[in-house]
Structure formats: C-alpha cells, structure tokens
C-alpha cells in the first residue's frame, strides 16, 4: 500500500510575500479555490498579525474552502497566536503553525539568546497554540544550517509539547540534497515519539535545490511537503507543486501518492501567474509554455515515431489540451467563456461581457488569441475601479525626430491633458504623465516581456516607482507597449497611500 504524501500549499503566504505579487482579498479566494479544486491538502493562507488584510484573507479563505486544512503562520509570540486562532474560527478544519529559529546565526544574532531559552520558548508557543487548535505545526526556522543533534533536541520537546507536523525549513536554500536528506534521516531515526507526528519539507530555491531537497526529504521520511504553485516565493522561490506532484506520479516505483489531480496543474499556474503579475519562464519544468515543445531535429523525429522517446509526461496529465479551441475575432462568448474555465476563470455575465469587448478589440489586432492573453484581459477589469485611467494617448516617435506625446487623463470623473518630448516615446509619454500628476516620483524598475514571439503580440509591462519612500509595483498589458507602459505606470499611482 502506497504513503500518502501531505501537499501544503503556501501560495498565499510565502509566494504572496514576492515583491509586486500582492493579492486582493477576492484574489486570494479565487486561488484557494483552484488550490481546493487541485486536491491541495493544506492551504497556508496569511500571517494575520502581519496587517488587517492578511487577517481579513484567513477569514474570507476560512468560509469559502470546504475540506483542505487551512493554516495560519505565527511566531512563537503569544499575541501573534492569539490572533491568527481568531482569523480560523470559521475554518471546517484549522492549523496554527508557530515557530522559532533554531540555528546558531538565529540564536545569537537574531534572538540574542541561548539554545535552552529557545527550547524552552518553542515548547511554550506550541502548548499555548494546543489551547486552540488540535492540529498545531512547528517550523524549526533555518534547520538547514541546526546542527543535527540540537534540531532532534528541539523537535523531540515540540512533539512532547503537542505539536502534530514539525516543518523542516532549508530557509536560505543552501543545503545539499544528500545533506537535507541525512538531516530527515537521522531526526526519524533519534527523535522519541517521532511516529506521533509528521516531518515536514520546506526547501527555498537560492542555489537551484528545492526539488532535490524536497524529494531527499520526503524519501528518507517526510510525508508533508510544503510548496507553491509555480515555485514563487521569496528571493529565488519555494519547491514547485507542480515539480514534486509530477516526479511522485511519474515515480511509481516509490510508492507514494497525493490527493493532487494532475489535470488541474497548468490551468492553475496559468490563473496564478495572470493574478500576481509574475511571468512563468518558458523553460520552467511541467508548465512552461516550452515544457512539451521539441525543436531539436533528433528529438522531432524521435517524438513523431513514438511521442516517448523524449516526453516522459503527457501533456494531457497536467492540463494542457493540444486540440484546445482557437480564439479569433469570430469566436462567440460561449467559446471564450469555456476556455476561461478551462483555465480556471469563473465570470459573473457582466464581468464576461467586459472580458468579451476587450477580447474582440484584441482579436482584430492579433490573428491568434493565446491563454495568457485571454488571462491579462479577465484581469484587466480590476483596473475599472481605479481612480486614475488612461483615456487617450498619441505618440510621434521616429529616428531623427524627438519624441513627442500628448494624453489625457480621467482623474475621479475630471479630465486632463498634457503633452511632453522626451528620450523615446515611452519617456515622452511618462513626462506628459508627471506632468498632470505633479508628484515627486522615481522609476526604479522597468520590465517589458513579450507574452510570445509575434510583433503583434501583447506587450506585458512591470514598473516599480518609488514615491514618498515607498515602493509600489504596477503592471500593464497592451499590444502597443507604450500605452502598457503608461498603464503600468499609471497602476503604481493608483497604489499610493496618500
């Protein structure tokens, strides 16, 4: 009989925390449903003391999943536990997951501390955490670099104290995966009690180990694996949910099966990827969109015999159809409903009739409609309420001449207009910008990417403007890239807090 791997999805907890990645609270709702439909077992769904919206998200998440475990993050501070059990008083099945660092470097720099004070503070926010929930998980903060003997030491008294899932987090991501996985090995071999609870995987990205890490672990013991769609997350990412599902069901000689429903995985990525504003890269395993593309001469040949010789996945496993319906100007509401649901989009009618206009004024520019695309125009209508929009703008630009723009603004119901020279278009544009709005704010960041490869295609923009010492991230999608820029542009002033 096969194990069962647990998959702890912490999408929107750990990956939300990228820069520019932040989700509204509809947002979040919409992935932990993808995440419930997936077969993800527990959802991480915010650090409720960490402000009023990731309080309010734990909620919202609590009453719209059904049968996943929702989790709370918490240091091992009690007030931190007190209000993350109140954000879960409405979940069907609740976990508080409280934590301390374990390692020398967070001992002595971060706590200013001492290795039994730090014992004795992990047992007391596990016991004060039981008082709540039944279900209570441990996160042994930067495990990756715990001596192994102490690590045993703190994980035996958490288990003792009540906890039912001790998180093994490699948090800097510099461990080995022969490392990682002796680490596992030798806490099940000398930890008392370790068959009350289950040994948990939390692996980051930082020198390319995640998924090694993650399967070292889980092969020498863990049976709970924490992940994100996509594999986003701080600095370099987390594990990819994607990547460990696919390796357990490609494996089978390994005996160890999830609730994951494989067919689900790229529609997710897709929704989740369209929803943060994050880019999946082409050559990312399982979901890239050059996952199961074979340009190779050699691999062609072998692939048009028999698909086996260089595809150990079928396509089909992880959602992507290859005979999916191609959207054009002529494709009616029905075809462009059906494939937003296939990607995991749900619209109310009012919201597809919006989604529908924007599709046909993209269509006529463009011969084929593609996934991301259809996903940044059922986005698009977030922007609707803000009170900041673009309402025309022209550009001369050409070699020789100076770039001139002139746009016009709809500010809360009233209109202004300006016109700007500048270094290329794209400058003269945000001159005239800046010039309506007369704030003191610096481009930090400025990203263009391609959806595809026609000169037709969407153009996908990301800014970071600095204003009034803070940072805010916006995005903007248009098939004239000057007017995506503007957009971006334009969503980062509609962030500002004054």
Known sequence: MSDKLFIFDTTLRD???????????????????????????????????????????VIEISK??????????????????????DALKFAKHKRIHTGIGTSDSHIKYKFNSNREEIIERAVAAVKYARRYVDDVEFY????????????????????????????????????????YGAKIKYLMEHVSGIERAILSTHCHNDLGMATANTMAGVLNGARQVEVTINGIGERAGNTSLEEVAMIIKCHKDIEIETNINTQKIYPTSRMVSSLMNMPVQPNKAIVGRNAFAHSSG?????????????????????GIDDNSIVLTARSGRAAL?????????????????????????????????????????????????HRVKLEYLQVTSGVGVRSVASLGLNISGE????????????????????????RHMTL?????????????????????????????YGFGANTDIIAASVEAYIDCINKFKS
């Not at 719209?64 to 059990?85: E, F, M, S």
């Not at 209109?415 to 007369?438: M, Q, R, T």
């Open 15 to 57: 990956g939300e925390q990228v820069p520019g990645c932040q989700l509204n609270t509809v947002e979040k709702i919409q992935v932990a449903k993808a995440l419930e439909a997936l077969g993800v077992d527990v959802i991480e769904a915010g650090f409720p003391i960490s402000s009023p919206g990731d309080f309010n998200s």
């Open 64 to 85: 719209a999943v059904t049968w996943p475990t929702i989790c709370a993050l918490t240091r091992a501070v009690q007030k931190d536990i007190d209000v993350a059990a």
């Open 140 to 179: 042994a903060e930067d495990a990756g670099r715990t001596d192994n003997e102490y690590l045993a030491r703190v994980v035996e008294a958490v288990i003792k104290a009540g906890a039912t899932v001790v998180n093994i987090p490699d948090t800097t991501g510099y461990c080995l995966p022969n490392e």
């Open 298 to 318: 050699i691999h062609q040949d072998g692939v048009l015999k028999n698909v086996q010789t260089y595809e150990i996945i079928d396509p089909h496993d992880v």
């Open 337 to 385: 409903k059906n494939r937003l649901q296939i990607l995991g989009v749900d619209l109310e009618q009012d919201q597809l009739d919006k989604v529908y206009e924007a599709f046909l004024k993209l269509a006529d520019k463009k011969k084929d409609i593609n996934d991301d695309d259809i996903l940044v125009l059922a986005g698009a209508d977030r922007t609707q309420n």
């Open 415 to 438: 209109k202004f207009e300006a016109a700007a020279s500048g270094n290329g278009p794209v400058d003269a544009a945000i001159k005239a910008l800046k010039k309506i709005i007369d």
């Open 444 to 472: 930090k960041e400025f990203t263009i990417q391609a959806i595809s490869k026609g000169s037709d295609d969407m153009g996908k923009v990301h800014m970071q403007v600095e204003y009034d010492n803070h940072i805010y």
